[in-house]
């Protein structure tokens, strides 16, 4: 899939088993790469990025910029949104510890 948004250009390619179960993939664009964890940790290993990482470091930069001389009201909600999308993996990466899923491919049992 290809996102287009005012002459920015995100590349996302997500990939699947012959089961249907996602098996990572990569989105590219101007200035990064970020390639998606591929297969359960406890299978395949730490091979690639979580979306919590991600999201962790794009509320970091944005925080930079609201501390610096490019504060906004929209950084403002941009950091509440993102910052309540960081607290909701958190939640559901403790619930699946919990449950014992984390770190496999099981469904949620919660949904």
Same mark, same amino acid.
């Given at each position: 899939?290809t996102?287009f948004?005012?002459?920015?250009i995100?590349?996302?390619?997500?990939?699947?088993?012959?089961?249907?179960?996602h098996?990572?993939?990569v989105?590219t664009g101007?200035?990064?790469t970020?390639?998606?964890q591929?297969?359960p940790?406890?299978i395949a290993?730490?091979?690639?990025?979580f979306?919590?990482?991600?999201?962790? %470091?794009c509320f970091?930069? @944005?925080?930079?910029f !609201?501390?610096?001389g490019y &504060?906004?009201?929209?950084?403002?909600?941009?950091?509440?949104?993102?910052d309540k999308?960081i607290?909701?993996?958190?939640s559901?990466?403790?619930?699946? %510890?919990?449950e014992?899923? @984390?770190?496999?491919? !099981?469904?949620?049992q919660s &949904?």
């Amino acid at each position: 899939m290809t996102l287009f948004s005012d002459q920015i250009i995100v590349i996302n390619q997500n990939w699947t088993n012959d089961d249907g179960t996602h098996d990572g993939g990569v989105s590219t664009g101007t200035g990064f790469t970020i390639s998606w964890q591929r297969g359960p940790i406890n299978i395949a290993g730490r091979n690639g990025a979580f979306l919590i990482e991600v999201l962790e %470091a794009c509320f970091s930069q @944005l925080e930079y910029f !609201q501390n610096s001389g490019y &504060k906004s009201q929209e950084n403002i909600d941009a950091l509440n949104y993102l910052d309540k999308c960081i607290e909701r993996l958190k939640s559901r990466r403790e619930r699946r %510890a919990t449950e014992g899923t @984390l770190g496999t491919h !099981q469904p949620d049992q919660s &949904k």
